[in-house]
């Protein structure tokens, strides 16, 4: 039996849909929209990293949502799509808001999605370079 041509769907394109969504959450921390996340995260996300491991929507929304930092401006280094996982390398750029100032982050997550929605996420962020760029750490990295 022959299927329509439409009707079937190849990892490619599971893979770009997936990459869709993690993009359209990446654009969440530029509009503050967390309410976009009830439809692309799932309530019970599981997210990992910095040592720690918690479950909840809260989670995701509560970094977006970061007091003191405003404005943010998301640029895409690299992005890796395959079947359910989207690996995304990103350069976060906030102003800070007492100074006025532009800091940046770089990140680096992995996150499986299944039926459209995100499900988990892995990954680090550079907390260190970005309290380096407020004062609140030394800029020289003491030698153990």
């Not at 009707?7 to 509009?31: G, P, S, W």
Request: aromatic content about 8%; overall charge negative.
């Amino acid at each position: 039996m022959d299927a329509p041509a439409n009707a079937i769907r190849t990892l490619d394109d599971v893979a770009a849909q997936n990459a869709e969504i993690v993009l359209r959450y990446l654009r969440v921390f530029e509009t503050r929209q967390v309410g976009e996340f009830e439809q692309i995260v799932a309530e019970d996300v599981r997210v990992h990293g910095a040592g720690t491991h918690v479950q909840g929507r809260e989670y995701p929304a509560g970094s977006v949502l970061s007091p003191g930092l405003s404005d943010c401006r998301v640029r895409i280094d690299d992005l890796f799509a395959a079947d359910d996982r989207v690996t995304v390398a990103a350069t976060l750029t906030y102003r800070h808001d007492r100074s006025g100032r532009d800091v940046t982050m770089s990140v680096c997550k992995t996150y499986r999605l299944a039926k459209g929605v995100i499900v988990e996420f892995w990954g680090e962020t550079d907390l260190y370079g970005l309290l380096r760029q407020l004062g609140h750490v030394p800029h020289e990295v003491p030698e153990f």
